[in-house]
Each structure stands twice: as C-alpha cells, then as structure tokens.
C-alpha cells in the first residue's frame, strides 16, 4: 500500500505545472515544455481541438436557424454573456454560462469568461500593439499605484520572440509612443481612412492614423507552416475558431507546439482549488485540483508553478491558497493581493459620415481596422485627467436596399445594391487607474457549484474616467468635423466595466514587497517558484490591447524560471 | 504546403461538420421545440402573407423559399410572449378580413386583394396591426435576403474572400 501510495504520488509528479491553457497558459506551455520540462497543463474547462472542435466554423449563414440572432430562452438565461459583442449563435458554445459559473456583483461587473481549453484566445479581438516606455513609466511618474519594475527595454526582445511565433500584421509606422514590432504585411487602410490620417497629421503634430497591428498571418513564414497553420482568409469569422489557423490562438498555436515536443500532459476539467505551500521548502509543492465531472480533489506536483487563469481567476486561487505561513492567501503578507485591480474604459464611441469618395467602395472583408495611438499626456502632464486613451477608427461604405413597397417592387428593390454615403466610427479604449478601493476578494459563506468561494467583485469608474470620456468625445469630435465629416455624433454606452474583457491586476508587479505581490520576473516575493504572468500581474493597464504582453511576459518569466531551476535555485 | 495544409484544415473541418457535439447542440435543443407557435391553417396563411411580401417571379419567392418557417421560429424563439400573441392575432386578423372583403379566406384571394389587405394593414392607423406587419415584414425581408437561393444566386455571397481592398471603383449597374 505505501509502495503503491509512492507510485501514484510519482505519476502525479512533474517539473512544472500551468494552470490555464489561455493566451498567457499557452505561452507558459509552450516555452517550459519546449525547454523539457514535464510539465502538466490544467483547464478547468473541456478540451477543444483545433478545427475538430469548431462545430460552426463552416456553417454558411442560412444553415444557423436564427441567423446568428440569440434565442431569447438563452439571451434571458446569460444576461452578463449577452452583453458581450461576440456571444452569437456561432459562437456562444465558447462562453462560460452565466447560471453555472456564478459571482457577487458589489458593484455592477460583467465578467466573461471562456472555459475550455484556449479559453479567450478563440474570442479575442486580435489586436496587438506592444508597450512603449511612456506606458511603463506612468504609474512613477504620475504617482499611482507602485512603480512597474521593469521597462520597454526588458520585454523588447520577448515581444519580438513572441510576434514571430504568432503571427503578426502591422505596418511599421515609427511612431515613438507605440514602437514597431516584428511584422507581417500590413491591411489596407481603405480610401476615406487613409484621408482622415492625412487631414489628421496635417492638423495636428503629434496625432497618428495608423492600420491595426493583429494576429493574423499575412504571409506565412516557415514557423508558422510548421504549426500548421496558413494564410489569413479574411472570413472574419474568427470567434467560431479558425480552420485555416489564420489567426493566433492557444488551441492553433501553442499548445499543439507544446503536445508536440512530447513533454506536456493536458488535463481538462480541471478546477485548480489552490496552490499547495510546504513549510519546510518555504516553496509551493503543487496544486490542489477538483475534477469538474467528480468533484474529487487530487493533488499534482512540481517544482514551477505558472499560474495563468486569467486575471480575476488567478486572484481567487491565491487568495484560495491558504496556509499556516499564508493565512490571507499564498504571497500575501501585505494584504494587497486583490486589490488595484483595473480594465479599460470603452464607454464612449463618435461617429459620422463622409460624402466625398462615392465613386470608390471597398472589396472583400477585412479582420482588423484602423487605430488612433495614445496621443494624451504622453510626453507630460497636459489635461485635468491622468494618463489617456487609444481609439480604433474605421470607415465603411454604406450600402442598402429600398424597402419601401410590397409585391414585385419590393422585390425588385431588394435586388439592387444601392450605395450611401462613408459611414465612420470610432471607440475609446482608456487606461483608468489601479485603486485600492477596486478589489476582488472570497465570499465568507457563498461557495460555486464546484466548491470554490464565490468570488465578490468591486470595481466601478471614477472622475478620472469621466473626464477621459468627456475629453475623448470632444477631441475626436473636433478630428472627424476638421476632416469635413458630417452627422458627428458622440455616444456614451455606459457599459459595465468587465465588458471591455481587459480586466487586469490584483497581483501586481513591483519593487518592493511590501507594496506588490511579484517581483520583475513575475514571481511571488514570498513564495519564489510561483509565476503569475497573466492579467493579474499588471500594475497598470496602459491603453494597448493586453494579451500581447501577457505572452512576451509569459515567455520571459518561463525562461528565467527554467535557468533558475536549472542553476538549483529553484 | 500552404495550399495543402489548408485543404487539409478544410477537409477535416467539414468532417467536424457532421454532426454538432452535444454541448454545443444543447444550448439550442431545449429552446427549439418540435411545436409551431402557429395552426396548420395559421402556417399556411403566413407562408402566402411572406409570398404576397416577396412573390415570385422569374426568381423563387418568400414563400417557396420557406421565409414563413423561418418568420414563425424567430418569432416563437426570440420574440417576447406579447410579440407571439400579435403574431397569431395578426395572421387570423388578415384572413378575416379576406373574407369580409372579398368572400373568401386570404390563401384563396387573388394576388390583386391579397396585395390590398396587406398595404392597407402597412397603412393602417391602429398601432397593433402596423407593429404586427412591420414585425413580419421586416422578418420577411430577412428571411428571404439571408436565403440560400438569395445569397448564393442573387446576392453572390462569399464565404472565404481571402481579401480586401480598402479602394475600389463602385460598379456600374
């Protein structure tokens, strides 16, 4: 019996453990297990395999029954998934149901979730603009939050590893505040957005129209056709899961790179109760896990434990992780572990029509759009609000039928294609600012279905963000009317936070411990062989799409960990 | 090798194809049930209201194209219960009408009166009877516009474009 105890112990023995198989879990996977180690991928959800698990990828649009509209049965049974752009017909097999993964709302908090392997990388809008050292150097040189303890020069060379690997569109604009990365060919800018960046940049110095830099292979380079993936296609159809690999996700990418390399055992259904701390060690051990179909608890170990359960998720299972040593939660002494947590601000959107170019129209379908780079407080303090904000900006020609009429004309109306004026649009995506007073913590008595405390959720806006929306309005208002558009309409959509599904922080990285929970290499001060390199460990948010620099961290941090580990000092 | 990996994505994507996997059918199944919102008789007057909308001609029309399925499932699924009533009332209140117009049920009315009742309703003062058909209407056109004879021989729809041109001339015609 104790023979067998000790076998059964070592099948359960690995070098590293990755709980999550998301962007930044895939990234963990790929790199630890490309550098051997054995190492035990968990994903709480089921497995889906590239292309064999898109059951709606091909399905033309007449073939869903209610043309991609929700049922009202499920709209009205997933309130919070509803709210979500990308919750269809075609897709909402890859959101978390609302009713089976519940949590406390202290203050209104959309929080969606994708649970199965990949998790939000088959969702994810796609776009990916590195940091600039600006962004680094707000939270010092504003005075919020704690100072990040590492700068662009440090991930430099691991945005450029992981661009390469995923594929990366762009064009390289030289623009100081959002620095070039390593590209694919870009997508076009089309007629009228190529005329507002001139009209901008001739307005004004220090404002840039750009094309949208995304994960989408352009031009396939030799290690893209070697994970099997091709050329974009430009279906736009990439919340169904893209059968063609055209665009970057966990289950197209790393994590086959990783089943290939013969070192990683994927465990699906797999709720990662807590991380396991031994007294004697003074390191983590392994992890607790609750088999999501037997409810069983099982133990794993390893020497490394990369915790990539996205950002709120990796809260709850340190705060979860309690001990003699860890009272409060695993890491913290300080008591900061949940707090300072942060999104982005979506809320506003301006949008227009242009009359000129009607001669011209666009051609196939696009997967990108174009993009207005941080142009706000970037070199110094120059608004009544901190920080500042980023914005997409994209022009469509519109067409439509004439629906007036019934019988043959309506008919005849329906078949001719009649084209309208430029229609353009632009949306914020703000940086707010990390609070004490935003914070995740565990509900005392309320457990989930599996066991787990319920998560409380208390993170809301603040003046800073209703400044940033006023001023958004205003500015890019005065742009679009500068350009000669008509009809400038501004709009707040008062959505929740959450929504904008960047949520980020809790677990922040910084200098000191007494002030942060990770250190520059994104391990826990007080427990060094845990790595938390997903939207927990931001201490800011910046205004750049996230998931890029949740992989060049990933892939940093795996690096460090293994020439640790490797020089015994983990 | 591009070309061969992406046949060979396509290939097993439409194997995939087959049959939808049970979670991913079981967020529909409960919500589709075998049963109509509307009667035999109902169904049959709402398939000539959608073929009066968009008769055929040289080109299918709504009603041979099944727009009154499609207009009854969105209705019975995503519509509220006070939508579903006015489907019902309306359909009913259309065929009594025929037949106090004309002396005969709407399915047996001519083209001529069929397309007079319906303009009327699209005309009328009474807020119900215009948010009934407007409701049908619109459903109608989408019915028919997101059809599989309208998108593959009418409207030319591309499923994989491969491309985009941000400048092209509009075509003439």
Known sequence: MANFNIDSKKARTYDAIVIGSGISGGWSAKELTEKGLKTLVLERGRDVQHIKDYPTTNMMPWEFEHRERLPKEIADANPIAARCYNFKESSMHFFAKDNEHPYIQEKPFDWLRGYQVGGKSLLWARQTQRWSKYDFEGPARDQFAVEWPIGYDDLAPWYSHVEKFAGITGNKDGIDALPDGEFLPPHDLNCVEKYFKEQVSKQYKDRHIIIGRAAHITEPQQIHLDQGRAKCQHRVMCERGCPFGGYFSSNASTIPWAAKTGNMTLRPHSVVHSIIYDDKTQKASGVRVIDANTKEMIEFYANIIFLNAAALNSNLVLLNSVSSRFPNGLGNDNGLLGKYVAFHNYRATVSGEYEGFLDSTTDGRRPNSGYIPRFRNVYKQETDFLRGYAAGFGANRNTYNDRNGLGESLKAGLHETKYGNWSVGSHMMGETIPKESNYVMLDKNEKDPFGMPKLRISVDYDDNDEKMIKDYMEQVSEMFTKAGFTNVRTNDNHRNPGNDIHEMGGVRMGKDPKTSLLNKWNQLHHCKNVFVTDGACMTSTATQNPSLTYMALSARAADYAVKQMKAKNL | ?173
């Not at chain 2, 996997?21 to 709402?46: C, E, I, M, Y």
């Not at chain 2, 006015?86 to 106090?100: H, K, P, R, Y």
Request: hydrophobic content about 40%; charged content about 20%; overall charge positive.
């Open chain 2, 1 to 173: 090798m591009e070309r061969r990996v992406a046949l060979k994505s396509m290939a097993v994507a439409m194997g995939a194809m087959a049959g939808l996997p049970s979670w991913a059918s079981g967020w529909n199944k409960s919500a589709v049930a075998k049963s109509g919102l509307l009667s035999a008789d109902q169904s049959k007057n709402l398939t000539m209201i959608v073929e009066t909308i968009i008769p055929k001609t040289d080109t299918p029309g709504a009603g041979e194209l099944g727009v009154g399925d499609f207009v009854q499932k969105m209705v019975k699924d995503c519509y509220d219960s006070k939508a579903q009533a006015s489907l019902a009332s309306g359909v009913s209140n259309i065929d009594e009408q025929s037949i106090q117009r004309f002396g005969k049920s709407f399915v047996d009315a001519s083209k001529e009166q069929r397309l007079q009742i319906l303009s009327d309703i699209e005309k009328s003062s009474d807020a119900t009877q215009k948010g009934f058909f407007s409701m049908v209407k619109n459903l109608t056109i989408q019915g028919y516009m997101t059809s599989e004879y309208v998108m593959t021989n009418i409207t030319h729809y591309e499923m994989i474009p491969a491309r985009y041109h941000g400048c092209v001339p509009v075509k003439k015609g």
